[in-house]
């Protein structure tokens, strides 16, 4: 595996020795034990002035694993095209970890580089941030095949790379969003098509959360849309979910939108350790992947 761009282009495979490394490195570290596969390597991590927590959990990552850690901001865009940008780039480093809105070009970037490329976010996939997700909510819930996730939200990088996930790990998953905010169909029926478990889209919350196990969350679109309102996850709506649901809304989240302070003070928030793993994650995409 020489780079991680989606979910969606790596094997069931790929996914649980990433998994299976991640723990292995987690233990590792509780341990004390050293381990730098990446000594004498370079990353460059290019992330935007405001990105906090994949930034520091990837920066700290690559110091653990004993690489040479350069943080700037690179255009995949602009005057200068990506051949030539790529072409100077692989003269010097052997791994790219960068958030760019642009999928595609993360792509195209990583088919011409010489040296690994992580997409750490695009506007159609958040693979790392996904991956660590389901690390803690494996660690939490053993069954987690066969409990009902609901993903509660508009489609976006989040809902698409859940739904990815459920394909390729035969998850349950339902997304549960006001009409007009579904999932893609291509996407959805991909998923649907491959997963084991069950993949639903509806419009109700009292279909959705009905016996949820697990509930997750986006940030609501930037529209004034007032039909997002009843969706808002408050200690009222868990009472249609599993008595022992556990909530796992993806940060930055916004309190009094997608999610209700109450919630965020509740046992049922699985707190800010959860996030713990994308170091943890991070570290066993970088140590995973190979040039060769």
């Known amino acids: 595996m020489k780079d991680l761009i989606s979910i969606s282009k790596l094997s069931k495979e790929e996914i649980l020795n990433l998994l299976e490394s991640a723990e292995e490195l ?3 570290l509780y341990k004390g034990l ?11 991590t290019s992330f935007p002035a405001n990105s906090l927590r994949t930034r520091i959990s990837f920066e700290t990552g690559i110091f653990q694993l004993g690489a040479n850690s350069i943080n700037m901001q690179i255009d995949l865009e602009g005057t200068e095209p990506i051949e030539d940008k790529i072409g100077y780039l692989n003269n010097w480093i052997d ?6 809105p642009k999928e595609n070009l993360i792509e195209e970037a990583a088919a011409i580089a010489e040296f690994s490329v992580v997409n750490a976010m695009s506007r ?3 693979p790392c941030e996904i991956l660590s ?3 803690t909510l494996s660690e939490m819930r053993k069954d987690i095949k066969s409990l009902k996730m609901v993903f509660i939200g508009a489609e976006g990088n989040i809902a698409n790379t859940w739904f990815q996930l459920a394909e390729k790990l035969d998850l349950n998953l339902t997304q549960v969003c006001p009409k007009g905010y579904e999932i893609n169909k291509e996407l959805f029926q991909k998923s649907e098509n491959g997963s084991r478990g069950e993949i639903k889209t509806t419009n109700s919350i009292e279909e959705g959360l009905k016996n949820a196990d697990v509930i997750l969350t986006d940030g609501w679109p930037k529209v004034n849309d007032d039909r997002f ?6 200690l009222d709506i868990l009472k249609m979910a599993d008595k022992n649901c556990i909530v796992n809304p993806c940060p930055p989240f916004t309190r009094g939108n997608e999610i209700a302070d109450e919630i965020i003070k509740s046992r049922y928030f699985i707190g800010y350790r959860a996030k713990e793993n994308l170091l943890h994650m991070q570290k066993a995409i970088l140590a995973s992947l190979s040039k060769n």
């Open 34 to 44: 050293d381990y730098k596969p990446l000594k004498d390597k370079t990353v460059i």
């Open 229 to 234: 309102l009843p969706y808002q996850i408050t």
């Open 133 to 135: 997700d389901f690390m």
């Open 124 to 126: 159609e996939s958040h």
């Open 95 to 100: 791994y790219l970890v960068i958030r760019f």
């Open 26 to 28: 987690k233990k590792n």
